[in-house]
Each structure stands twice: as C-alpha cells, then as structure tokens.
C-alpha cells in the first residue's frame, strides 16, 4: 500500500470541514489520488492533488 509520505495531506485529515482522507488510491510524477469519505453524508469520493513540488510550475498547475 502507498504512503501519503510526498503527499500535501495526511491520512484522518479533514479538508474544507467535510473530506476526511482515508488511504492512497495512487501517486505519480505530478500528483497523489486519495480515497475519502464525506463526513455528514457517509459517501465516499476520489480527491487529486498535484504534489508540492509541482506547484511552481504554472503548465502544470493549469493543465491540472
């Protein structure tokens, strides 16, 4: 199983009071997929974010 290690979120985190990030879905160059699950309605979603280091990068900051 892959690690949140390189990630800009942590596992149990909460984001924007509603996303609590459960495990990694898959990590790349560019960015980290996490599995989550809405808090109040018990749903859970898929959340990408591009990796930190990536993040200065204005192409690939607007191709994401």
Excluded: C, W
Excluded at 7 to 21: F, N, Q
């Amino acid at each position: 199983m892959s690690t949140l290690e390189n990630a800009p979120v942590s596992e149990g985190e909460i984001l924007d009071g509603k996303y609590r990030v459960d495990r990694v879905i898959g990590v790349g160059g560019m960015g980290v997929v996490v599995a989550a699950t809405h808090v109040q309605l018990q749903t859970q979603v898929a959340l990408k974010f591009l990796l930190p280091e990536v993040l200065s990068n204005p192409q690939v900051v607007e191709r994401f």
